[in-house]
């Protein structure tokens, strides 16, 4: 498994990608949307959230995300 | 000024599988220079049903990306440092091959925009695509590595030698 950016989240990423890939070919590839693994995403998310304002990249990330370049693409749908 | 790469490449695993691979894709040994991967957001979306995420990725020497998919798996990788020297847009679309419902097609299509003027956009921008070309043959065979340790798994589930 990959690392993550701030390697005191590196446990809690394990954690959080064992129960998506699970998710995603169990559940949601045979079409049970319901979401799983929240609470630990939440856990992981923010220690993500702070290795990034840490690193100092927060205000790049911000603005690369102010646009939804799939807003167009789901609508053709 | 904008230069454009497009590629299709059929990958002989179905769609499920691809697109597990495709979460799956890094550490592979085609990939030493991905540092970290880190999903920042994720859910699905109760309209659509589509799955929206967006990822971190910390790339050595080069540039962090960051990408989202949706359903039929639409997938777009930018670069977010270095964006006013070159920006490189890479939108890829993972569809069920129409012709082997076993088989999954990847359309690529790259846009590599430069501002960086005195008459070096021309240049930079084909950097960006010779660039792009080689690195996406070596994302073809990370896929294809994790893809061939997918079915692996898979194989040895089936005969009951694993209990995962």
């Known amino acids: 498994m990959s690392q993550s950016i701030g390697r005191s989240c590196d446990e809690l990423k394990k954690e959080y990608d064992t129960c998506f890939n699970k998710w995603y070919s169990e559940k949601f590839l045979k079409g049970d949307l319901r979401p799983e693994c929240e609470e630990i995403f939440k856990q992981y998310r923010d220690c993500v959230l702070n290795a990034v304002k840490n690193k100092k990249i927060d205000k790049l990330l911000g603005e690369a995300r102010k646009d939804d370049p799939f807003s167009s693409v789901t609508e053709n749908k | ?164």
């Open chain 2, 1 to 164: 000024m904008v230069k454009i790469f497009q590629h299709t490449f059929k990958y002989e695993y179905n769609w499920d599988s691809v697109t597990l691979a495709f979460w799956l894709r890094y550490p592979n040994p085609f990939a030493s220079h991905v540092e970290s991967v880190d999903v920042i957001d994720r859910y699905v979306d109760p309209n659509t049903g589509v799955l929206r995420t967006t990822r971190l990725i910390l790339k050595r020497g080069v540039l962090p990306k960051w990408g989202r998919g949706t359903q039929t798996m639409i997938t777009l990788t930018k670069n977010i440092t270095h964006a006013r020297l070159m920006q490189v847009e890479e939108w890829q679309t993972f569809r069920v091959d129409p012709n082997n419902r076993e088989f999954t097609q990847v359309k690529t299509e790259a846009r590599v925009i430069s501002n960086f003027g005195w008459g070096l956009t021309d240049r930079v921008e084909g950097f960006g695509i010779k660039k792009f070309a080689d690195s996406a043959t070596k994302s073809r065979k990370g896929m294809s590595h994790v893809l061939e340790m997918i079915r692996e798994k898979q194989l040895l589930r089936g005969r009951g030698f694993l209990t995962t």
